[in-house]
């Protein structure tokens, strides 16, 4: 069960950054071609970098799931019920389905990480 947290706090991170960075390089394109800078695009990009820095502690998090995974499981599912909070409160279709592709493996690998800690501790 480790690798799996492992496998999808890795990809759920990964996710999430790409989509940041990918989401942010768009919006900065399309603000510099106009002359207005709104608060709502300073806003945007506040978003984007809150992702991407929630989406490399869940990265950490699964890389930490094979080593130390009670640690990683919380680097994990912080990051998750961030985005399930800012999906719900959102409610924008698109951000609620992106957030959604991010915070699934992110949920389920901090879910698998603390489980394989519990099985790990009643071995021993």
Not at 28 to 54: H, K, P, R
Not at 65 to 83: E, G, H, Q, R, Y
Not at 86 to 92: E, I, P, R, Y
Request: with cysteine; proline share 3%.
């Amino acid at each position: 069960m480790r690798i799996a947290a492992l496998i999808l706090g890795i990809l759920g991170g990964l996710i999430g950054l790409g989509w940041a960075i990918i989401t942010l390089a768009v919006k900065i394109s399309e603000i510099n071609s106009f002359t207005e800078y709104g608060m709502q695009d300073f806003a945007f990009v506040w978003v984007c970098l809150t992702v991407a820095l929630l989406s490399m502690v869940g990265l950490i998090g699964g890389a930490l799931a094979l080593t130390a995974p009670k640690p990683a499981s919380v680097l994990m599912l912080i990051p998750a019920s961030v985005f399930i909070a800012a999906g719900v409160l959102g409610f924008h279709a698109g951000a609620m389905s992106m957030m959604a592709i991010v915070f699934i493996p992110l949920l389920v690998g901090g879910i698998l990480a603390c489980v394989s800690q519990r099985r790990s501790t009643r071995q021993s």
